[in-house]
């Protein structure tokens, strides 16, 4: 299979705290892992491409400062939104590329900002 | 960059019809096109994927279509049942490569018994 694991499922944190997300491939390695964030009724929206090794490429209008991505294993990515607020709540869903093409997804990290 | 559009937003059929959902892509050189299945509040689902070689490609009662001359892809779901009630979001890749993927805004797919 292909299976990607992804930890918390939830979290809830007051505003100015900073909160890690990871995210696992767990019978395969990745390379690539990338991160989405997908707000209610809507499409998936890329963040940030994650690479082994090195560093991350943002999309246009994400702060890399505010959502810090370390890539240190084929197996694990992690996703810091650091000083969360409000407007970070959000369901955050990471994926890792499977082969040349082929992206699976996690099971998202429901993000909820006080 | 990929621009991919997707329609309808919405779509209601009757348990055992068929269901059929089309995607357009702007970038002549994208070659790969996944189809993903999004329950509510659940990860997307890869459900099947396409390359630009082939034309059509059939798993059971799903299949997915591609015109590259007309640069648009389709999903269809036949013999339609209430699971799968779900969105469904088709991708193409951005730059022609298959790095990233520009995703389609969602279907919402109801299947009433």
């Known amino acids: 299979g292909a299976v990607v694991s992804q930890h918390p499922s939830w979290v809830i944190c007051k505003s100015g705290t900073s909160v890690k997300i990871e995210c696992r491939s767990l019978?395969?390695?990745?390379?690539?892992m990338f991160w989405y964030r997908q707000f209610p009724k809507q499409s998936l929206m890329l963040m940030a491409t994650?690479?082994?090794?090195?560093?991350?490429?943002?999309e246009q209008g994400v702060e890399k400062d505010k959502f810090l991505i370390n890539h240190a294993s084929l197996t694990l990515s992690t996703l810091t939104v650091t000083s969360a607020h409000p407007e970070d709540s959000s369901f955050y869903i990471c994926?890792?590329?499977?082969?040349?093409?082929?992206?699976?997804f996690g099971p998202g990290t429901r993000l909820l900002v006080l | 960059g990929e621009n991919v559009e997707q329609h309808p937003s919405t779509l209601s059929v009757q348990e055992g019809d068929s269901a059929v959902i089309k995607c357009t892509y702007s970038?002549?050189?994208?070659?790969?096109f996944p189809w993903y299945k999004q329950e509510l509040g659940k990860r997307p689902q890869l459900i099947i994927d396409?390359?630009?070689?082939?034309g059509e490609k059939k798993d059971q009662r799903i299949a997915v279509t591609l015109n590259k001359t007309a640069k648009h892809f389709s999903l269809h779901i036949t013999e339609t049942q209430p699971e799968d009630s779900a969105v469904y979001f088709c991708?193409?890749?951005?730059?022609?490569?298959?790095?990233?993927?520009?995703f389609g805004k969602g279907t919402k797919l109801t299947v009433n018994p």
């Open positions: 994926s890792a590329r499977r082969g040349a093409e082929t992206q699976y």
């Open positions: 019978d395969f390695q990745a390379t690539t």
């Open positions: 994650s690479n082994e090794g090195s560093k991350a490429t943002y």
């Open positions: 970038d002549s050189a994208s070659n790969y």
């Open positions: 396409i390359r630009s070689n082939v």
């Open positions: 991708a193409a890749p951005t730059q022609g490569g298959s790095e990233k993927l520009v």
